[in-house]
């Protein structure tokens, strides 16, 4: 399995732009689905976005499309996320993940195969 690292985490003012980044282990991230997922206090873990092998296709959740932006770079086993326009309401633990499906979708917890430990990221109004 494919190990997760997350980090640019922060403390943002609404409106401003945060860039997360989640570096890979392993020879096999390229044949995996990368996707984002976040947890508020008190809430359940959400899907956030996600991005297929090649990079090709992508899928926002309805929260957060026009504003955050998701890549990635296999030569580098690294995906990002771009957040633009942030709001309170982004306030959550971000989580990088690993999985299975072809990136035009929703990714299902349940395919998911391996979670990174989570990056704080904090916007304050």
């Known amino acids: 399995q494919v190990q997760l690292v997350e980090s640019g985490g922060g403390l943002v003012q609404a409106g401003g732009s945060l860039r997360l980044s989640c570096a890979a282990s392993?020879?096999?991230?390229?044949?995996?689905?990368m996707g984002w997922f976040r947890q508020a206090p008190g809430k359940a873990r959400e899907f956030v976005t996600v991005i297929s092998c090649s990079g090709g296709s992508t899928y926002y959740s309805d929260s957060v499309k026009g504003r955050f932006t998701i890549s990635r770079d296999n030569a580098k086993n690294t995906v990002y996320l771009q957040m633009n326009s942030l709001k309170p309401e982004d306030t959550a633990v971000y989580y990088c993940?690993?999985?299975?499906?072809?990136?035009?979708?929703?990714?299902?917890?349940?395919?998911?195969?391996?979670w990174g430990q989570g990056t704080q990221v904090t916007v304050s109004s």
């Open positions: 993940a690993a999985g299975s499906g072809a990136g035009r979708t929703p990714l299902l917890q349940s395919n998911v195969h391996s």
């Open positions: 392993g020879r096999t991230f390229s044949s995996y689905v």
